[in-house]
Structure formats: structure tokens, C-alpha cells
């Protein structure tokens, strides 16, 4: 199936999760924030949210700065 992912293109199977999308874009595992198609998606339902073909993925992570 066929997403866009922080505004691009990104394939993915048919039956892949949240939690699977955010493995294949980043190694960082604290810190993330993630919204499907606008809505936030709390990370206790990311292994159980299935992505649909056409689906908008944003993955935000935090920075620290100064």
C-alpha cells in the first residue's frame, strides 16, 4: 500500500501497523509523537491501528535545543 509519510511517498505492506511504519522511518523509540490523516495517535494504539492504502503519517520526534 501506498502512503505519504512526513509528506512523502513511502510503501508499505497491506496489513502493517502503526507501529510497524514507525520502525521502518526511525531507530529512536522516546520522544516521538504521531498523527494518522490529522488525529494523534497515543502510542498504546500504534501496534493496533492499521494503516489503510492512502493514509497521511506524520512521525515527529522532540529536539533538544538551547
Not at 526511525?26 to 494523534?40: C, M, S, W
Request: one cysteine or more; charged letters at 20%.
Amino acid at each position: 500500500m501506498e502512503l505519504t509519510v512526513n509528506g512523502l511517498g513511502h510503501s508499505l505492506p497491506i496489513g502493517s501497523t502503526l507501529a510497524d511504519l514507525v520502525r521502518t522511518v526511525t531507530e529512536q523509540k522516546r520522544g516521538l509523537a504521531v498523527a494518522v490523516n490529522g488525529e494523534v495517535v497515543p502510542r498504546g494504539g500504534w501496534s493496533v491501528t492499521l494503516l489503510c492504502d492512502g493514509d497521511r503519517v506524520e512521525v515527529l520526534s522532540a529536539a533538544q535545543g538551547g
